[in-house]
């Protein structure tokens, strides 16, 4: 029953082999209105949006504010494992059909709730979304350069990392619904979801009463704030100047490949061993961040990734939504699913399963559902109810 | 009141289930503490040549280095036993057996290669235990011609897609924040075990789940994958802004680099808006009433709003913004976060005692179950700090024997 804040919820319990039926308000899901859109055409049967966490899943539409949509409702509950639903707390109480009276009538169902800020608390009736999330959650006081606003990942984050927590939670209630028979009811906040993804920022705090900044490119590390994004010709790159175990091997690698084009400046003969970054002056770390910057920006990312690969150097190239569809890896590991819109007559591809089992498929097998498109099939053939009534419910708007 | 209700209040849904852990880092241990908290045992398996890669991660207590000082080290193993073991030793392999044989769930992260050459690969595994069900994670998985390639979630977050889409249009790529890939992969490698664990109940049998930083971040920027693969569009970074909202940004307040966010998606959220702000002439402009026209002049609106929202503090924005319906919040910094009201109501943060840190900060899961409390049973291990107890109360070997591998060096 959620809107966007909830999707992932539903999307992976359909993975991991659930039946999961997506309940819309007559009309659809308002954010279906939400784009992008398939070839840029404003429609809720074309939104890619809601086609990308809504795959796997039957849909239904149902008025739950009328009284006999309730009925039809509480009837659904009656077989179902789970409720996911992300309305404002309080809402679905009020039209009786709350976790304590849902659980009346099943004991055994597991309600999940995905709320902005969770079912209590002086926060709780605030509105909320992505970008109120991921700033009370403090993820975007470190992000961003320092001399413009704090920004946020430029597509939702807190709505699908929401929706995975909230599956967690909800496996884990079914866990303990198979020891003791019993359901419960799973509180999901956002701004949580997001104030635990800045624990690296906690650790800081809790150790030293410091609060790290947000630094463009560059992150607070040891002693001082270090690169980890750094410009190439055509892009960029992901790489950390580290010593020791971890950075030696990369860097030596690197030093010698400058060499042959004369570029290694003052990395030639640096001890990599015992390189530590937190005992350099910042004069010396800049002209080593330096000299490397002007060699990354002789040369593609695709060339500094197929050298890194072969000399197991510890860099990865930015990728962008293009390079991931095209990426060999991918490919070869058959991660893509053609998935079949024959009402756009195409098909798209998709991001498969989110991982593999040697027992069973962690598959995408289907396109999201129409608006109302298993109506029939679940109100029918689950529900029992006759043609003559399903007609009658459509046209009083309850379906 | 019966008396099965009562047990069942004080059970942990996870009891009894146990965790054999030989991951490193964070996504690994991220997901065996959160298994811990809801009663699994878990044993991390380290050695003291080859310890656990955040015991030695900054930030430190006093800023002085040591394996058992990393705040991160201490907040990513909450709840575990620590043992060492010296996969190396040619005795190590009878004890792997011992503790092969107590686990339901193994946890990996070994580098290509590794987990075949100590035993402990799916295959060896099942031999010593028909229905383990062992859990692999990597970088870009175990097939395919990168899955050798070496990665940490702080590079792999500019591989899988992130970096591209954080920051500014005009601007280099920003980055998001931590290891951002490690952070977002256990909570489908939680969801994966109790499904398997479910599985297991159903059928008898174990399994082996393959996990990779690679394919479960697509999972996050699937809208972002389809507007390349269905349009040919390449989405880019576009700092805050947002195709269904405007205003949707950061704007600066009052007091030294504070900011507020305000969303306003509908027309009528609009209205409301320019209500809050006092409907100055400029709200008037019919070229803002639409969204549409609202987006068309964005540089020009959002000059507008932050005009306004310079006089008042983030805190003062957020409660006028929300008290009349308005999307807003504080751009928190940590310890705006450690104090915000709401995340106090819901006890995020809870303090554990820990041998060396002393008092320190431990973090609540993001979810809360009604019948079920979080249950932090002691603070992270100190390196080998269970060996005994877990070599002779858990696995039951002998004080002889125990001494005796001991003394040969298979506990190093």
């Known amino acids: 029953m959620t809107d966007e804040k909830g999707w992932m919820c539903g999307k992976i319990l359909s993975e991991l082999g659930a ?149 967690a939670g909800s496996l884990i209630a079914n866990h303990y619904r198979i020891l003791t028979g019993e359901g419960q009811h799973v509180d999901v906040s956002m701004q949580e979801c997001i104030a635990r993804e800045i624990f690296m920022e ?47 091997e990369t860097l030596q690698a690197l030093t010698e490949w400058m060499d042959t084009e004369n570029m290694a400046g003052s990395l030639k003969g640096m001890d990599f061993e015992s390189l ?90 289907k396109r999201a559902p129409l608006i109302g498109e298993h109506n029939e099939e679940i109100y029918g053939q689950n529900l029992g109810i006759s043609k003559g009534e399903l007609a009658h419910l459509k046209k009083e708007g309850i379906i | 009141m019966n008396s099965r209700a009562k047990s069942n209040r ?138 050798m390639h070496p990665g940490y979630g702080f590079n792999l977050l500019a591989l899988c897609g992130f970096s591209h889409l954080t920051g500014w249009p005009d601007r280099e790529a920003a980055v998001p924040v931590g290891a951002y890939t490690d952070f977002i992969l256990p909570w489908f490698a939680i969801a994966a075990i109790l499904a398997a664990l479910d599985y297991r109940l159903r059928t008898g049998k174990g399994q082996h789940i393959g996990g990779s930083q690679l394919e479960i971040s697509p999972q996050f920027l699937i809208p972002a994958i389809l507007d390349y693969t269905a349009n040919g569009r390449v989405q880019t970074r576009c700092g805050n802004r947002s195709s269904s909202a405007s205003p949707h940004g950061a704007f600066r307040c009052r007091g030294d680099d504070r900011w507020c966010v305000i969303a306003v998606s509908s027309d009528e959220e609009w209205e409301t808006f320019c209500t809050v702000i006092g409907s100055p002439e400029w709200t008037k402009d019919p070229k803002f009433n639409t969204l549409w026209g609202r987006k068309d002049n964005e540089d020009e609106l959002d000059k507008l709003v932050e005009a306004w929202t310079v006089f008042f503090t983030a805190e003062e924005i957020m409660t006028r913004m929300q008290a009349f319906g308005v999307a807003s919040g504080v751009v928190q910094s940590i310890k705006d976060v450690v104090d915000d009201p709401q995340l106090k109501h819901r006890r995020t943060f809870q303090f554990l005692e820990h041998p060396e840190l002393g008092t320190h900060i431990c973090e609540n899961l993001a979810f809360r179950l009604s019948k079920c409390k979080v249950e932090w049973k002691r603070p992270a291990p100190c390196l080998g700090e269970h060996n005994e107890f877990v070599y002779t109360k858990l696995l039951g070997m002998s004080e002889e024997e125990f001494v005796e591998l001991l003394n040969d060096g298979v506990f190093e």
């Not at chain 1, 504010?65 to 639903?85: C, H, K, N």
């Not at chain 1, 463009?216 to 790159?237: E, F, S, V």
């Not at chain 1, 695709?302 to 939504?321: D, H, R, S, W």
Request: aromatic share 10%; glycine share 8%; with cysteine.
């Open chain 1, 276 to 365: 530590d970054m937190s005992k350099m002056t910042p004069a010396e770390s800049d002209e080593l961040e330096n000299t490397l910057c002007q060699f990354f920006l002789k040369h593609t990312k695709e060339e500094i990734y197929q050298k890194a690969v072969e000399k197991n150097m510890l860099l990865c190239p930015g990728y962008t939504p293009r390079d991931l569809a095209e990426y060999e890896q991918l490919k070869e590991r058959n991660f893509w699913a053609e998935l079949q819109y024959p009402e756009l007559d195409t098909t798209i591809k998709h991001p498969d399963g989110f991982l593999r089992s040697s027992e069973v498929k962690c598959q995408i097998q």
């Open chain 1, 19 to 167: 039946d999961v039926v997506k309940v819309e308000r007559p009309g659809g899901d308002p954010a279906r209105d939400i784009g992008p859109f398939y070839h840029d055409i404003p429609d809720p049967e074309k939104s890619l949006y809601w086609f990308a966490y809504n795959t796997n899943k039957r849909g239904i539409t149902l008025n739950i504010q009328t009284r006999r949509g309730q009925e039809i409702f509480q009837q659904l509950v009656t077989g179902a494992d789970f409720v996911i639903e992300s309305f404002s707390p309080g809402y679905l109480s009020g039209l009786g059909l709350g976790y304590s009276q849902l659980s009346e009538i099943n004991p055994k169902i597991i309600m999940t709730s995905i709320t902005p800020f969770g079912q209590t608390g002086p926060y709780k009736d605030y509105k909320g979304c992505d970008l109120v999330a991921m700033a009370m959650g403090g993820f975007m006081y470190v992000c961003g350069d320092a001399d413009r606003p704090p920004v946020r990942i430029s597509i939702e984050q807190a709505y699908p990392i929401a929706g995975a927590e909230a599956a």
């Open chain 2, 10 to 147: 004080d059970r942990l849904p996870l009891e009894g289930v146990k965790v054999l852990d030989f991951s490193i880092a964070f996504m690994g241990p991220d997901l065996t503490r959160t298994l811990s908290a809801f009663g699994a045992e878990i044993i991390k398996v380290e050695s003291i040549y080859q310890h656990e890669l955040t015991r030695v991660s900054a930030p430190f207590k006093d800023n002085v280095a040591g394996i058992n000082r990393s705040f991160v080290f201490a907040v990513m193993n909450t709840g575990k036993y620590s043992i060492t073991l010296n996969l190396k030793h040619p005795r190590s392999a009878e004890v792997v057996k011992r503790l092969v044989t107590w686990a339901d769930i193994v946890v990996e992260n070994f580098a290509p290669g590794s987990a075949e050459k100590y035993g402990l690969d799916y295959e060896q595994l099942r031999e010593l235990k028909p229905d383990i069900t062992v859990l692999s994670l990597s970088a870009q998985g175990a097939t395919g011609p990168y899955s």
């Open chain 1, 202 to 248: 906690l650790c800081f705090w809790d150790a030293l009463r410091e609060i790290p900044v947000r630094a463009g490119q560059c992150r607070r590390r040891m002693t001082a704030y270090q690169r980890d994004i750094w410009p190439c010709k055509d892009g960029h790159l992901g790489f950390r100047i580290l010593g020791g175990r971890f950075g030696a």
